[in-house]
């Protein structure tokens, strides 16, 4: 018998997600936690590359005989599900944001998500951070609503919101599927060290950005002492003239 304890583990463990709930569960959830902010927790990216092996001939290597998904499905389902959660968490943002972000953290909600969310939208700007923020865990949830609380505009957002949501899936799914042969025998040991790096990689245009931006910051700095100095040094020149 299934308990509430299992199902709770089960839901976190995307290898046992991939053998229990099929295709359809798959896209179910990718939608989930892109659009519905319960879904945050729940393991999109390794989901999707895991997906991708089931779909490849190491499927029954990984996970067992019996389970074999197509990967024509996944590679059409998977963004359309995906574009369509984040759709709708800008929707429930532009209808309801203030109501939905405005109560006290709880066991689930955290309201350092939403504040985390907001600094990607405004430092990096509305499109980018549409985008980049489809390759970072829990962000990706938060930032949809928060973009329709906002006011970035529905066919903007779509658009970027179709970018993102194409690039983020198709690239995880190929990731399975092209190696899924060498993938399948270390996938116990190894699925979260490579998650790690998929994600610091995934990321890596916003620690560029970060660091762009303190060199500017730096550099803004620096020349604006420089100014500061050279004004000091005429105006003591023209005291000493005086």
Not at 1 to 25: F, R, Y
Not at 71 to 92: R, S, T
Not at 105 to 111: A, E, G, H, L
Not at 183 to 212: C, F, H, N, Q
Request: positive net charge; hydrophobic residues 50%.
């Amino acid at each position: 018998m299934t308990t509430t304890t299992d199902l709770a583990v089960n839901l976190l463990d995307a290898k046992s997600l991939i053998s229990s709930v099929g295709t359809v569960g798959l896209l179910a959830i990718i939608f989930a936690e892109t659009g519905l902010l319960i879904g945050f927790f729940l393991p999109g990216d390794s989901l999707l590359i895991l997906g991708g092996v089931a779909a490849s001939s190491a499927a029954s290597k990984a996970f067992g005989a019996g389970v074999q998904m197509p990967i024509a499905a996944l590679l059409i389902g998977a963004p359309l599900c995906a574009i369509a959660g984040a759709q709708l968490g800008h929707l429930l943002g532009a209808k309801v944001g203030g109501r939905l972000f405005d109560k006290p953290d709880s066991k689930i909600f955290k309201r350092e998500y939403v504040v985390k969310a907001e600094e990607y939208f405004t430092k990096f700007g509305p499109e980018k951070a549409v985008v980049m923020a489809r390759f970072i865990p829990i962000v990706r949830t938060f930032l949809n609503p928060v973009a329709g609380t906002l006011e970035m505009p529905a066919r903007t957002f779509f658009i970027w919101n179709a970018v993102g949501g194409v690039i983020w899936t198709e690239a995880m799914l190929c990731i399975g599927y092209f190696f899924g042969d060498s993938m399948a025998p270390v996938i116990d040991k190894y699925l979260i060290p490579a998650m790690a790096l998929i994600i610091l990689l995934s990321i890596s245009p916003i620690l560029i950005e970060v660091l762009r931006d303190r060199k500017k910051r730096k550099a803004g700095g620096a020349a604006y002492a420089a100014e500061a100095e050279a004004a000091d040094a005429l105006q003591g020149g023209r005291h000493r003239r005086g």
